[in-house]
């Protein structure tokens, strides 16, 4: 089958239905908090499956600031992933226009939208901004790093094979909204020479797309540090196999300890390939320096504790903001060093990236609140609505409007 947008007008059927079930006196001024001026903050995120058939979707968190809930705008479903990103973004684009423009008609007021950032994956905002992949010489959307390539080094005779792009400068200078428009550094676009239309949701494009902290300190730099504790072919890094088994009892043990606020519980080392981004978030603000200080050497600790300092500080909500330059040196100098104990290659896209999360920071508050952990539990619901039968999308379409529904009824009950 052809490639099919869908969704495009969920976001206008799911204030109508606000405003048909609404019960007594509640209605969405109450719902909106004082201090955001009546204005909707909303965020995107772009995700898809790996499967011969392709989901995107376009979702969007706290659509009423009352409580938190991801809304889905728009879904993408085709063999092979979208080809042309206007494509996929052009009708959420024009309605959002229309709405800024024209702010929303709601109980006799007008109230104004506006969108506030934008949290995806790298594959995914390549995609989004049409820009140079993140593996590329020009990848970081954030400066003007040019990569340096890095052969493979293997344990055998054939010490070379293969290799990557890594980004090891961190003084290069910093792109802004008007040098990206302009195409000031042309190797970071992509070749097509297509504009996105997403350059049309943003003031400040370079500013509204951050740098998501799950796929970029979890998922991203702090599971490929697990990894060559773990599993580091050469003995020089890895840990002892003693060690290994010791970690992995004392990280059970501490289950017992783990309070229901997080949501999952420590597992074995053996099972690293198969943790969560949660798990991995619990590991690295929470347990890491306890459970790894008497096991790793001093110097790959103490590197190690700069990253768990620089994070814990950008994730507190009430301070993030007065640390976030202390917390950007620690990063940058875990950045510099990394080289020295895990090698050249070690400095990919992520790790570059830590460098720029300061500044994501400072214009949208702290990690939690850009993190892409809600979109990606929402695209994991997404998935579970489907059944074995045909017309995926048209269930997922059904599946989402009965969600909103019970959704919203059951918070306005509460009330």
């Known amino acids: 089958p052809s490639p099919v947008l869908a969704c495009r007008y969920l976001f206008v059927r799911f204030l109508g239905f606000v405003q048909e079930k609404k019960t007594g006196d509640v209605s969405i001024y109450q719902i909106l908090p004082a201090t955001h001026k009546r204005m909707l903050l909303l965020k995107q995120s772009i995700a898809g499956n790996a499967n011969s058939f392709y989901f995107y979707s376009l979702e969007i968190f706290r659509l009423f600031l009352g409580f938190d809930f991801v809304f889905v705008a728009g879904i993408y479903h085709g063999r092979g992933k979208p080809k042309d990103v206007n494509q996929f973004l052009a009708p959420f684009r024009d309605e959002y226009i229309r709405l800024k423009i024209n702010g929303l ?44 390539w890095v052969a493979n080094i293997s344990t055998s005779l054939e010490t070379k094979r293969g ?37 049309d949701l943003f003031e400040d494009i370079l500013k509204a797309v951050v740098i998501d902290p799950m796929h970029c300190v979890n998922i991203g730099v702090y599971k490929k540090m697990l990894g060559i504790w773990f599993n580091d072919p050469f003995d020089k890094i890895r840990l002892k196999k003693d060690d290994i088994l010791d970690i992995s009892v004392f990280r059970v043990g501490l289950s017992k300890f783990v309070t229901s606020d997080f949501a999952r519980k420590p597992r074995a080392v053996e099972d690293l390939p198969r943790w969560k981004a949660t798990e991995l978030k619990l590991d690295q603000n929470y347990l890491g320096p306890v459970v790894y200080k008497k096991y790793l050497s001093s110097t790959s600790y103490d590197h190690f504790m700069l990253l768990h300092v620089a994070i814990r500080l950008l994730t507190n909500r009430d301070s993030c903001r007065r640390d976030a330059n202390y917390a950007n040196d620690l990063l940058r100098l875990f950045v510099s060093n990394s080289a ?11 790790v570059h990236s830590l460098i720029h999360l300061s500044q994501d920071v400072m214009i949208h508050g702290c990690l939690d609140d850009f993190a892409a952990f809600c979109f990606e539990n929402k695209l994991q619901t997404m998935k579970n609505m489907l059944n074995k039968s045909g017309r995926p999308l048209q269930q997922i379409v059904r599946r989402l409007d009965e969600e909103a529904r019970h959704t919203f009824m059951n918070q306005n009950s509460r009330r």
Request: positive net charge.
């Open 105 to 148: 008609n709601f109980d006799g007021k007008n109230i104004s939208v506006s969108i506030k950032g934008m949290s995806c994956d790298a594959p995914a905002t390549t995609f989004l901004m049409n820009i140079a992949s993140h593996n590329a010489y020009y990848g970081c959307r954030k400066c003007t790093s040019k990569g340096v």
């Open 163 to 199: 290799g990557r792009v890594t980004h090891p400068d961190v003084n290069a200078s910093l792109r802004t909204d008007h040098s990206f428009r302009q195409r000031s550094q042309i190797q970071h676009h992509n070749k097509n020479g297509v504009r996105s239309v997403a350059e």
């Open 340 to 350: 020295n104990i895990y090698g050249e290659k070690f400095i990919s896209h992520k």
